[in-house]
């Protein structure tokens, strides 16, 4: 009877434990269960990428003076420069600083939208990412300027294909016409667009365009540079409707092919308007140019370029066809053009 007794009280103890632990496991892992509660709740909600999640491609920084060149290949490996020493972890940013004749880096503003498309599913979010540049800064994708950027180097470096700056209404001015500076340099990026109607004023080249493939630049205030567009190597370019004055020459293009220069408003540029140099199969359409020397001027190498509907006036030499080459040894095309003067005779309206 006690041996019963005893086992009894035996299991009586263990119970009474059971239902101690079991309680104390509940109090315990109750906070638990409320923490990943917690985080199960945001797990499925999307991350919003912050500023320093950006695509660091689009964030590369420069404060080295990259001057001015003439040729891609020095382009392409001006830029490549600069991207290997803004990424190169031995370089701190003094020695950067010191190479860049003391232009300070600074970093884009990357404005982020928020939006949900009705082809969007539900609860999801489009990010898109606009850079707002600083001076010498190699920019590619969606940039928009959001001040007047006045520089003591270049202005903008473009360091990717499909890259659109819209100057937003805004200048970007140099260190003078007798620099080496470049306003806005593409070298050998293709599907560009500049536009925006703003103004890029100071520097040898306002816009340098070197081996690049559709690049468009237009509605834009130029004045006040050596040379306000210059294209090299570049192919099927666009320069359209754009203010272009006060400059040496308004628009050279060098060994380029497939360009289109309609409807520019070209004025006090002192040398030229627009003068092509071994530049085939391009269209001179549209334009008004004056108060030049030679309003429109195409060397003994530049052939199949058609020239029509220009205003030409009031220039020392309103169409000059290499010197008075006849047209039809090189094979440009002159119809239409309303000028006063012409080198050979015969390319004006009624002259």
């Known amino acids: 009877m006690k041996k019963a007794e005893w086992y009894d009280s035996k299991n009586i103890r263990i119970m009474k434990f059971s ?33 320093n999640q950006l695509d660091p491609q689009k964030n590369i920084i420069t404060s080295q003076n990259t001057g001015n060149s ?13 991207q290997e020493q803004t990424s190169d972890p031995n370089v701190d940013d003094s020695q950067i600083e010191d190479e860049g004749n003391n232009t300070d880096v600074v970093n884009p503003t990357p404005s982020v939208s ?3 498309g009705q082809g969007s599913s539900s609860g999801q979010k489009s990010v898109s990412a606009e850079i707002i540049p600083a001076c010498g800064q190699i920019v590619q994708g969606s ?32 260190p003078g016409i007798d620099s080496n500076k470049v306003g806005i340099m593409i070298g050998g990026q293709n599907n560009v667009t500049i536009t925006g ?23 834009i205030n130029i004045n006040n540079n050596k ?17 272009v004055s006060e400059n040496t020459i308004g628009v050279a293009l ?19 308007g627009v003068t092509l140099i071994n530049t085939a199969n391009t269209t001179l359409h549209g334009n008004n140019i004056l108060n030049t020397s030679n309003g429109i001027f195409l060397d003994t190498q530049s052939s199949l370029n058609n ?43 009624g002259r």
């Open 19 to 51: 239902i101690i632990f079991i309680l104390f496991s509940i109090v315990i892992q109750l906070p638990l269960f409320e923490w990943n509660l917690a985080s199960s709740s945001t797990g499925n909600d999307p991350i919003l990428p912050q500023s």
């Open 70 to 82: 003439n040729s891609n290949d020095d382009a392409g490996d001006r830029i490549a420069s600069i």
């Open 114 to 116: 928020l939006n949900n």
């Open 143 to 174: 940039v928009k300027l959001g001040s007047n950027l006045i520089c003591d180097n270049d202005g903008l470096i473009v360091g990717g294909n499909d890259t659109t700056i819209d100057m937003n209404g805004f200048s970007l001015k140099g």
């Open 197 to 219: 109607n703003g103004i890029i004023s100071g520097f040898q080249s306002g816009i340098y365009i070197s081996g690049g493939t559709d690049v468009y630049a237009n509605e």
């Open 227 to 243: 040379v306000a567009f210059y294209l090299t190597g570049a192919q099927n370019a666009q320069i359209s409707n754009n203010m």
């Open 254 to 272: 060098h060994s380029s092919k497939d360009a289109q220069v309609n409807f520019n408003q070209l004025s006090n540029n002192r040398l030229s």
């Open 307 to 349: 020239v029509d509907f220009n205003n030409v006036f009031n220039n020392i030499l309103d169409i000059n066809n290499a010197n008075n080459l006849p047209i039809n040894i090189n094979n440009n095309h002159y119809s239409n053009n309303n000028c006063q003067t012409s080198l050979p005779s015969g390319l004006c309206i």
